[in-house]
């Protein structure tokens, strides 16, 4: 959606049937991850599973995530 409207921020995490739109990522050093392909998905052709401990919050207008 970021690309139809740039105030939608640009990154999409899905997290226990959630759905967050961030400005920003970190994921800390030794998070592992995997990835995986859905091409006949029409929404996204694939994904990254990260193995963590996610935070999101706000910082003045941006929302940032964090993975630990």
Known sequence: MHL???TIPMWVIK???ET???DHMDVKPGVGFSTKETPDN???KGSLKIKGKLKIYR???EVLAEVE
């Open 4 to 6: 139809q409207d740039p």
């Open 15 to 17: 997290h226990k049937g």
């Open 20 to 22: 967050y739109y961030v």
């Open 42 to 44: 029409p929404h996204t």
């Open 59 to 61: 910082n003045n207008e």
